[in-house]
């Protein structure tokens, strides 16, 4: 069983900051991509930013500049800054990695619950 743990989310002002994270638990053989997607009121989910095992990144247009995702192998976990926060930035995001659990060897995909961010007045 593998679980994905996001924390950090909450209501801050237009060109605030916060910092999201998420810890990946359980039977984990090895993680590969590691990443954030965020889904507004009416949207579909999009890919936020991304990052490998070996640390290419890979950012959503509207977010280069101003959000910077890190990750800690040795503690399966994987990090947002978010900086500069617009009323746009407003989402659930969720946090997601593709792994393989131990004792199989296929990569699997997996999702944490969400955590709602919300840039307002």
């Known amino acids: 069983q593998v679980q994905l743990v996001e924390s950090g989310g909450g209501l801050v002002q237009p060109g605030g900051s916060l910092r999201l994270s998420c810890a990946a638990s359980?039977?984990?053989?090895?993680?590969?991509?590691m990443g954030w997607y965020r889904q507004a009121p009416g949207k579909q989910r999009e890919l936020v930013a991304r990052?490998?095992?070996?640390?290419?990144?890979d950012y959503e247009d509207s977010v280069k500049g101003r959000f910077a995702i890190s990750r800690d192998n040795a503690k399966d976990t994987v990090y947002l800054q978010m900086n500069s926060l617009k009323p746009e930035d407003t989402a659930v995001y969720y946090c997601?990695?593709?792994?393989?659990?131990?004792?199989?060897?296929?990569?699997?995909?997996?999702w944490g619950q969400g955590t709602q961010v919300t840039v307002s007045l």
């Open positions: 997601n990695a593709i792994l393989i659990v131990a004792g199989t060897a296929h990569l699997s995909d997996y």
């Open positions: 359980g039977n984990i053989f090895s993680i590969s991509t």
């Open positions: 990052i490998t095992s070996g640390g290419s990144t």
